[in-house]
Structure formats: structure tokens, C-alpha cells
């Protein structure tokens, strides 16, 4: 029998504790307010967006919403964010990606002040992980070790492997994981003998962005499978990259696409908005 890690719960836990800690710093009369741009209407990106501002509100952060249009210049998206940077009632700044084409992606992150990178995606902050400092920690890996902990894996000397090496979930979580003193293997597509070394892994965390990839071959008996994959099936039904009904009864635990980990993401970037108010007062 494995144990289902309930994304959902775990998500809503935090979002209590981040309540509890909102309305303690409005007893002390701080307001703590999140900025988020939205460029173009992106039908997927209006939904993620939609989202962040329901749980702001649920939190009791102040949400402050720019919808530019789509054809907006570099330069003007880089005014704004320059803006929002000096606005000392601003916390934390989000611009959701992607961006329309005339913008380079890096370019706006980079210029996003480290003291407000909520999402973790500054150069300063990938590099703070990566030195071991205090910093922004990009949400969706920051949510997997918050699933783990939380669900009694133990992470120290496990042998743990990353399939995939994005900047945003592949590389910050090999970091992580090594953080907290995993054994840890990153893979990818270049990767000769995939399903050699994740079938070492005691935590294997699949962000390879390929439905239902990943079956009992590539998986230890009793390993723990995390799933970072969301994607439609031929039925139209939401699934991951894990195939979830042929690896389940090989694990551990694992989680469910969905309740899994998509739910964690916007539960740590609330979690972040929090503690920008004591990175900004170091
Ligand atoms: N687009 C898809 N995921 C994300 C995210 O976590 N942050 C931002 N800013 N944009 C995204």
C-alpha cells in the first residue's frame, strides 16, 4: 500500500500558517502587498494569475494587478518594474511568464530587485542557493521539499534524482535536495541510461514535461515519486508525467496529478511574499 501525498491538504496547512503570520504583521501594522504583471491575455497565464490573486486574498495580502496589452515594449514592462522596485509599500514583484516575444524574459528577471524576486528567479537568489544564504527559493521545488518533509520522508543520504535541469524547477531542486543532504543525481534528455539511474532513486522527482512518461521500470520498489508534470491525456483527463496507475503499487508514496504538487506552488509563493518583509529589513 503507498502513501498518496496529499498536495492539497499540505498547501492548504501552509496557507493557514501564512495567514497567521499576515495578521500578525498587520497587528504591527506592516500591509504586506504583492505586485502582479500580466502581459497579454494568455488563456493558461490568466487562470495561473487569477489564482495568485484568490490566495492573496485569502492570505490577506494586498495584491496590486497590471494587465498590460499584448504589445507592449521592453522598455515600458522595464519602467513599471523599475517603478515597483522603489515603491516602498511594494513587497514583492511577479511578472508571469511567458512573455510575448518583443521581451526578453531574462532581461525583465533581471532587473526585478532580489529583495522583491518572490518567484526566485534573480540571478542573486539562484546563486544565494546555491552558496547556501538567505534568499528567494523558486516555489515549485520549494513546495516538493515542503511535501516531503511534511509527509515524514526522511531526505539526508537518500539517493535522489532530478529528471530535468530547468532553471525554474530541475536545477533549484537538485540544490534543494542537496541542501538538505540528499544524495543527488541530476538527468535530462542527454541522459544515455535513463531508467539505470532512476531506478537507484530512494526520491525521484520527474520534471521531464512528457505525459505519463515515467513507468514501473524506471522505478525503485519503495522509492518515492514526486511528479511535477501536468498535462491532458487522450481523454482529456488530467495526468503527469508519471503514469501514475502503473507506478503507485511499486512505491512508497507518491503524488497524484492533480492535488500533488501544482497546489504547492502558489502556497510557497504566499509563503515568500511573507518572508520578503524580513529579507527586506536585513
Ligand atoms: N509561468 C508559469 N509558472 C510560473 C511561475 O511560477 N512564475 C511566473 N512568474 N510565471 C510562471
Redesign the pocket.
Known sequence: MYQLIDGKKISAEIKEEVKAKVAEYKKQGVEITLAVIQVGNDPA?SV?VGNKKKACEFVGIRSLSYELPEETTQEELLDLVKELNERADVNGI?????LPKQIDEETVLNTISPLKDV?GFHPMNVGALCIGKAGFVS??PAGIIELLKRSDVDIAGKECVVIGRSN?VGKPMALLLLRENGTVTVTHSRTIDLKEVTSRADILVVAIGKPKMITAEYVKKGAVVIDVGIHRDANNKLCGDVDFDNVAEKCNAITPVPGGVGPM?IAMLMKNCVESVALQNI
Not at 511577479?94 to 511567458?98: G, N, Y
Open positions: 497565464s495561473y511577479l511578472v508571469q511568464l511567458p518567484d516555489c515549485t525554474i506552488t
